[in-house]
C-alpha cells in the first residue's frame, strides 16, 4: 500500500500558484520525499526531492513541516503545459523501505486559461 | 538529472509472440532498475526490482515466468514479456538509480498485444 494519501483532483488558472499537499503520517526517520510529474503516455519526471523544511529548485519548492507527516508542493505561476499528474513517494534512497517506489493514486492538476 | 532511455517506445504483437523490452541508464551506471506497469487512467504498479548480475525480485502476482527479467549490464536491464496475451496491453515503464540517490524513469513503452 502506499505510504501517501493526497487530493484526487485540483483545479487552477494560468499563472496562479499551486499547492499539492500529501500526508505521510508514517514517514520513518530515514525516508525522503520525492515528487514526480506525469503527462499521459510519458514516464514520471523527478521534480524535487527534499527531507525536512523547504527545497526550492528551478521548477518548485518544497515545504515539510517539522513533524515531517506531510509536505506541500508549490509550482509557482503554473501554465497550461503543468497540467499532469502529480506523484508524492516517500521511503529512503537506498531502497530498503521500497516506500519511495510505491506510487499512491496521485493528484491530477488541470490548468485552465 | 539522470537520463534513462528505453526502446522500443511501441509496439504491436501478435497474441502468443514474445516481446523484449529494452531499459538503459545513458549517463550512469544503476545498480538497480526496476519495471512497472501502467494501465489508463491508473498509477503506477511495481512488477519487479532487478539488480545487477542477480535475479529480478517480484512483487506479489506477478508471473517471473512470464514477465522475464534481465539485468546484464549496470547499464541494461529487459523486461521480455513471454507468449504475450491481450490482457498483458499496458503502458510498461523502467526505473533506474543509484544507491542512496532517486530513481529516474524512462519515457515507457505502449504494448498492444492483437
Known amino acids: 500500500l502506499a505510504k501517501t494519501t493526497q487530493p484526487i483532483s485540483m483545479d487552477s488558472y494560468e499563472g496562479q500558484e499551486v499547492n499539492i499537499t500529501c500526508s505521510h503520517n508514517n514517514i520513518a526517520t530515514n525516508d525522503y520525499i520525492t515528487w514526480y510529474q506525469q503527462f499521459p503516455s510519458q514516464g514520471p519526471r523527478f521534480i524535487i526531492q527534499?527531507?525536512?523544511t523547504k527545497v526550492t529548485n528551478e521548477v518548485a519548492s518544497l515545504f515539510i513541516p517539522a513533524d515531517r507527516k506531510s509536505s506541500t508542493l508549490s509550482l509557482p505561476r503554473v501554465s497550461l503545459s503543468d497540467t499532469a499528474v502529480y506523484y508524492c513517494?516517500?521511503?529512503?534512497?537506498?531502497?530498503?523501505?521500497?516506500?519511495?517506489?510505491?506510487f499512491g493514486k496521485g493528484t491530477k492538476l488541470s490548468v485552465k486559461p | 538529472g539522470a537520463v534513462v532511455s528505453q526502446h522500443p517506445s511501441r509496439v504491436i504483437c501478435k497474441s502468443g509472440t514474445s516481446v523484449k523490452i529494452e531499459c538503459r541508464s545513458l549517463d550512469f551506471q544503476a545498480t538497480t532498475m526496476f519495471w512497472y506497469r501502467q494501465f489508463p487512467k491508473k498509477s503506477l504498479m511495481l512488477m519487479a526490482t532487478s539488480n545487477e548480475g542477480s535475479k529480478a525480485t517480484y512483487e506479489q502476482g506477478v508471473e517471473k515466468d512470464k514477465f522475464l527479467i534481465n539485468h546484464a549490464s549496470l547499464t541494461l536491464s529487459t523486461l521480455t514479456v513471454t507468449s504475450a496475451h491481450p490482457e498483458d496491453s499496458s503502458f510498461y515503464i523502467c526505473s533506474a538509480g543509484r544507491e542512496g540517490e532517486t530513481q529516474y524513469f524512462g519515457p515507457g513503452t505502449r504494448l498492444l498485444v492483437l
Open positions: 527534499g527531507y525536512k
Open positions: 513517494l516517500v521511503g529512503d534512497n537506498y531502497g530498503g523501505s521500497q516506500g519511495n517506489l510505491i
